[in-house]
C-alpha cells in the first residue's frame, strides 16, 4: 500500500483516459506493470497527452515518503529490485572483513540493499556515522571492525528498517562479546543531522552505502557530512552515478526513484559540490556496471549510463596542503599488511617509495593513516598527478566510466591502484 500517494490520472501513450487512481493504491510495485505501461504519480488533475510517463514535480517531502514506501514495504528482500543497482558488488575484502560479514545475522543481512559492502581501512577505535544504514549490515560488520573502544552510528530515514537493525542490538553485542553495545540507530534524515542531535566534529569516519542518491539535495549531505567530521575525517562512500545530466522524465519516476537511478548525480557535479562543501577532491576508488533488466525502465532511461562507483574525500585542514611528495607504507593495516589499494590512482606496497601529488600528501598527513605511512617533500614524479583531472591532469582516473572501460579492456589494462592510465582521462 502507497500511503500519501498524490492522486493521478493513469494514461497510456496515446493520451486516452485509463482510469483515476485513489489516493491509495494496493499492489505496491506490481500496479506499474498492470496495464503494461509505464507511469508514475502525477499530482495534477490531468496529464500532458502523447507522453507515455505522468511526470510531476517531486517536492522534498513526497520523495522522501515514496523511497521509505519502496525500502520500507514493496521491498521484501534483495531479489525484489528490478535493477542491480543497490547489489552491484565493490572491490573484494580482507579476510577479517568477510569473517565479520558473516557474524551478522541473516534477517539483517537479507532486509539490507546496499553497492555491495562499503568498508574502509584502518578503523581500529574509530568513531562512524553510517548515512543511510537500513536494517544495519555494514554497521554490524564496522562494529567489530573499531572493536570496543569505537562507535559506530547508523541514521535512517525508514521506521522499519531501523526496528530491523535495533531488534538485534543484543544479538550481536553477545556474538562478539562485548560488555556493552558500540553501535546505536537513530531514525533520521541525513540532510538534517543536527536534528538527530549528531555534533560537530564528532566523527572519524562517515560511511555510505548507495543511499545518497535517494535524496534530492545531495548538498545538503555533503554539507553535514562535513561538519560533523573531525579534522582530517574521511568520507567513504558507494553511490550510483550518470554520464549525463537526467532528463526531466527520469527525475520524476517513482520507480527509477526507488531503484537508485532517478536521484543519480552526474559524475562531474560530485566534484563540484566536493569543493564547494570544502572537502579535498574526490578520489575514485572502484567502479561497477549498472544493468537494467526491465525493457520499460530501460525505453525511458535511453541513452544514458549508469555506474556504481565508490570515492573517499578527506576533510583535510586548511593549510595542510604543502606539496607534492614520497611515502612509504609500513605495512601497518591488519588486512593491508602487504598492500594498501587506497583508491584507482594510487597503490602503496610495503616498504615502497611512492611519489604522490600534494592532495594525496595532504590527505595521508592529516588523516587516521599519518601513522601508517613514512611522509617527506618532495618526489620526482609526482607532479605529473597533481589535482583532479578535471581540472587538466592528464593522468589520474576521475571518470567512473572511463575506469569501467579500463577494467573491461583485453590485454594489460591499468588496475585500480595504478597510475598508468592514458593521457586525458575526461
Not at 568477510?98 to 540493499?113: D, F, I, S, T, W
Not at 550481536?172 to 553495545?181: L, R
Not at 597533481?386 to 593522468?395: I, L, M, N, S, Y
Request: a negative charge; aromatic letters at 8%.
Amino acid at each position: 500500500m502507497l500511503s500519501g500517494a498524490p492522486r493521478s490520472i493513469l494514461l497510456d501513450v496515446s493520451g486516452f483516459l485509463w482510469g483515476r487512481a485513489k489516493s491509495a493504491l494496493s499492489g505496491g510495485r506490481r500496479g506499474f506493470r498492470a496495464l503494461g505501461r509505464t507511469w508514475c504519480w502525477c499530482p495534477c488533475l490531468w496529464c500532458q497527452p502523447h507522453i507515455p510517463v505522468a511526470v510531476a514535480t517531486p517536492c522534498r517531502t513526497q520523495i522522501h515518503q515514496e523511497v521509505q514506501d519502496y525500502y520500507g514495504r514493496e521491498l521484501q528482500k534483495s531479489e525484489d529490485l528490478k535493477t542491480n543497482a543497490c547489489t552491484t558488488s565493490a572491490r573484494p575484502h580482507s579476510k577479517v572483513v568477510r569473517n565479520a560479514l558473516e557474524r551478522v545475522h541473516e534477517e539483517v543481512v537479507a532486509r539490507y540493499y546496499g553497492c555491495g559492502l562499503v568498508i574502509p581501512e584502518c578503523l581500529s577505535s574509530c568513531w562512524i556515522l553510517d548515512l543511510g544504514s537500513g536494517s544495519g549490515r555494514d554497521c554490524y560488520v564496522l562494529s567489530q571492525l573499531v572493536g570496543e573502544q569505537g562507535h559506530v552510528t547508523g541514521i535512517d530515514m525508514t521506521e522499519g528498517q531501523v526496528e530491523v537493525a535495533k531488534k538485534h542490538i543484543a544479538y550481536h553485542m553477545d556474538k562478539f562479546g562485548y560488555q556493552k553495545p558500540n553501535v546505536e540507530f537513530v531514525h533520521g534524515y541525513m540532510e538534517k543531522l543536527a536534528d538527530a542531535g549528531l555534533a560537530d566534529e564528532s566523527y572519524d569516519v562517515v560511511v555510505s552505502n548507495c543511499v545518497i542518491n535517494l535524496t534530492p539535495d545531495k548538498r545538503a549531505v555533503m554539507r553535514e557530512a562535513f561538519r560533523v567530521l573531525k579534522p582530517g575525517g574521511e568520507m567513504y562512500f558507494s553511490d550510483i552515478y550518470a554520464s549525463q545530466r537526467l532528463s526531466e522524465t527520469v527525475q520524476k519516476h517513482r520507480v527509477l526513484w526507488g531503484e537508485c537511478l532517478a536521484g543519480a548525480l552526474y559524475w562531474r557535479d560530485l566534484y563540484s559540490i566536493a569543493e564547494e562543501v570544502g572537502f579535498s577532491p574526490p578520489c575514485l576508488v572502484t567502479a561497477s556496471p549498472i544493468t537494467i533488466g526491465n525493457k520499460e525502465l530501460q525505453d525511458i532511461i535511453g541513452d544514458c549510463r549508469f555506474v556504481s562507483a565508490t570515492f573517499r574525500l578527506f576533510k583535510v585542514p586548511s593549510g595542510s596542503r604543502t606539496g607534492p611528495g614520497q611515502v612509504i607504507y609500513n605495512g601497518g593495516i591488519v588486512g593491508h599488511e602487504r598492500e594498501l589499494v587506497f583508491d584507482a590512482n594510487f597503490t602503496f606496497k610495503e616498504g615502497e617509495v611512492v611519489d604522490v601529488d600534494a592532495e594525496m600528501a595532504a590527505i595521508l598527513q592529516s588523516s587516521r593513516f599519518a601513522e601508517e605511512f613514512l611522509i617527506r617533500a618532495g618526489g620526482t614524479n609526482a607532479t605529473a598527478l597533481q589535482g583532479c583531472c578535471c581540472k587538466g591532469a592528464k593522468e589520474k582516473i576521475c571518470d567512473p566510466f572511463q575506469l569501467l572501460e579500463q577494467l573491461a579492456a583485453p590485454g594489460p589494462a591499468c588496475c585500480p591502484g595504478g597510475t598508468c592510465g592514458p593521457p586525458g582521462c575526461c
